[in-house]
């Protein structure tokens, strides 16, 4: 009994949903309508919840999805036809076909982000019915191809159908929780809630999308081919028709996009509905018309579908309750383990150059915000880098991590010159960043926040299991580390400003990083926790992480801090050892102002909690 109540509710209602409809042809085996409506609805799942893959959890929409059916159709009945092979024995080969196809299309469109791959889908889903009429020799043009009968007896009808789409649909479901468990799961999704921070933190966006796009296309291509000896005839019009894809997003949407159950519960509704259409309203245009309806009422008063929003009706009734931040616990833990990186390269000695930046400039149209900048930070220090509001700190962080491109000059990293590479190649050298107005994936829960990142390109780091295994034990940890353990299972979205900057740090430690790009990481974060944060960066950095500290609070900076490097206007002013810096005259002029020369170590006005007010004032 406490095992089965271990098992989370929804997986056993589709459990004992799924008894049902096995055993339903047994005790109605002479049905066969409702036996055809019923495996139309699997094989219209089978189509919404891979699709789901690549739209729901990358959002990336797909409006041609239905084009890998007529594949897989056209596939196994070419196959079948030509070599007199039982489709259903074949069948895995559609599916083979859609993700060739898959890959070949993904590898252009998905280099780029955004809306072309919406267009693309559509053209390529019309291009594929003008093949397929064009190419007579292998499809037989508008004639189409007729396959051979079903080879058991009559009497059985529908049976076999119904439990081979039955079979595909648990299949492409069980298929689809995996992929949702695994680190690639997560890179999807934070592909979906913000692709630059994605590439930021090690997701090498195109290939995961490619990867995402290829499994949408697999049990679609299989499913065409049994398909093709269900209806035993293929055409051109049929088999690649735009109304097929209309309905795949429609159910999806319909059941919610993005959950693992929603896009099957909107099949079954789709399915059943579009069949009333049809039989009550007068033929297939009636169905056209309530899936116009259906599409305006769900956009309207279901934005998110019916399983999202019942299951916030459900949690706003029966809330969990969430203790705060373990901030006790956090102050309490002495150590912060670093972990080795899974491909040591040898570490430069303490006090060689990390990274080198040479002569960079970026204009922003008439601003040039960094103007031929030079910059190095040697290994194991602590450096900041500090300066007026707009002089450019967090543009060079942005050229430096690869979320922009430099006009002019060069960056080295690590021995290596850096400025031509993605961002999530230079994560998986070790460069890691935190972000000043914090950027994490809001829908996801913080612990997947922090398995997210991929210290490597591996593909067994990919498919490693995000939910439990060692990935997920290192994320517990480092987020007990920052105090949120028992904050684990939140949505991101959920934290307070602060909490999600320490969600950020435990995020970028996951990526092994030998420097830490930090982006004003004590902003929101409360005083005696940023005790603790200045701690784990003293403990991370005896253990060999480097960090550049981009931050406005003074008194940390000169306490944390060795050395010291001054922007204005795009380029260093100044560089040296905080005693030095705090007593600069130019350093005084551009930005502290006089009255740090004049007051103590804390600067002037100070409350304990950082001088930025006064520091901005006095640039002022
Ligand atoms: N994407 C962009 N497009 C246009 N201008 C930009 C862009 N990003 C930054 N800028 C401009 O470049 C200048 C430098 O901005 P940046 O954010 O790098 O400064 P900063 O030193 O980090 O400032 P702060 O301390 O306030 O965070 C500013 O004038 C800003 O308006």
């Known amino acids: 009994m406490t095992r089965l109540k271990a098992i989370p509710r929804a997986h056993l209602i589709a459990g004992l949903c799924l008894v049902a409809l096995l055993v339903y042809p047994v005790i109605n085996p002479w049905q066969p309508y409702p036996q055809a409506v019923m495996l139309l609805a699997f094989l219209l799942a089978v189509q919404a919840s891979s699709w789901n893959i690549i739209s729901g959890y990358a959002g990336y929409i797909s409006l041609g999805h239905s084009m890998f059916l007529g594949l897989g159709s056209y596939t196994v009945g070419i196959v079948a036809a030509r070599w007199g092979v039982n489709p259903l024995w074949i069948a895995p080969l559609g599916g083979v076909t859609a993700v060739v196809v898959a890959v070949l299309i993904g590898s252009v469109v998905l280099r780029t982000r955004g809306h072309a791959f919406v267009i693309i889908t559509i053209a390529m889903l ?38 081979a789409f039955l079979i595909l649909m648990v299949l492409t479901v069980l298929f689809s929780a995996w992929i949702r468990r695994t680190k690639l799961g997560t890179g999807l999704v934070a592909i979906r809630e913000d692709e630059g921070k994605a590439a930021s933190i090690g997701v ?43 309905t ?21 509704i789709v399915q059943v509905v579009s069949e009333a259409a049809t039989v009550y309203g007068g033929g297939g245009n009636a169905r056209v018309l309530v899936f116009g309806l259906a599409l305006m009422v769900v956009v309207l008063f279901l934005p998110k579908g019916i399983l999202p929003t019942v299951q916030a009706w459900w949690r706003a009734r029966h809330p969990e309750k969430v203790e705060y931040t373990d901030q006790a616990g956090a102050l309490s833990r002495t150590r912060v383990a670093v972990r080795e990186r899974t491909e040591p390269s040898p570490a430069p000695a303490q006090g060689e150059v990390l990274l080198d930046v040479r002569g960079v400039s970026k204009r922003f149209g008439g601003l040039t915000a960094v103007d031929n900048a030079d910059l190095t930070v040697r290994q194991g220090t602590i450096t900041a880098l500090i300066g007026p509001n707009g002089s450019g700190k967090t543009t060079l962080f942005n050229l430096i991590s690869g979320g922009m491109q430099a006009d002019s000059g060069e960056i080295w990293f690590d021995g290596r010159r850096i400025d031509g590479l993605r961002p999530w190649t230079r994560g998986h050298l070790g460069l890691g960043r935190t972000f000043q107005v914090t950027r994490l994936f809001k829908e996801m829960t913080v612990q997947e926040n922090v398995v997210a990142p991929l210290p490597d390109s591996r593909w067994r780091t990919m498919l490693s299991d995000a939910v439990h295994g060692h990935e997920a034990a290192r994320a517990r940890e480092l987020l007990d580390t920052v105090g949120l353990g028992r904050f684990a299972d939140q949505p991101a979205g959920a934290l307070s400003y602060g909490q999600q900057k320490l969600v950020e740090l435990a995020q970028v430690l996951m990526l092994e990083p ?9 902003g929101g974060v409360n005083p005696s926790l940023l005790g603790r944060l200045t701690e784990v960066i003293r403990e991370l950095n005896r253990s060999g992480v480097t960090f550049l500290v981009v931050e406005h609070n003074i008194p940390l900076v ?23 810096i705090r007593t600069d005259p130019v350093v005084l002029d551009a930005y502290l102002g006089d009255d740090w020369a004049d007051h103590g170590e804390d600067g002037p006005g ?10 901005r004032e006095a640039v002022q």
Do not use: M
Not at 135 to 159: A, C, E, V
Not at 515 to 520: A, G, K, M, R, Y
Not at 606 to 615: K, L, R, S, V
């Open 126 to 163: 019309l291009a594929a019915q003008i093949l397929a009429v064009n190419f007579k020799s292998f499809t037989k043009g508008s004639d189409g191809i007729t396959l051979d009968l079903p080879f058991w007896d009559r009497d059985f009808q529908n049976i076999p159908f119904y439990y």
């Open 248 to 268: 795949i997003v429609l159910a999806a949407l319909v059941g919610g996009r993005g959950t693992l159950y929603g896009p099957v519960i909107g099949a079954f």
């Open 204 to 246: 090498d966006t195109t290939r995961f999308k490619i990867v995402g796009y290829a499994a949408s296309s697999f049990f679609i291509g299989v499913a065409g081919g049994v398909y093709a000896y269900y209806l035993t005839f293929i055409n051109p019009v049929g088999s690649f028709a735009i109304l097929g894809s209309v």
């Open 606 to 615: 100070d409350n304990g909690h950082g001088t930025t007010a006064a520091a």
């Open 514 to 522: 030998k420097l830490i790009l930090l982006d004003e990481p004590a």
């Open 558 to 580: 000169l306490d944390l801090c060795d050395p010291v490097v001054v922007f204005s206007h795009g380029a260093p002013i100044a560089e040296g050892p905080p005693s030095r």
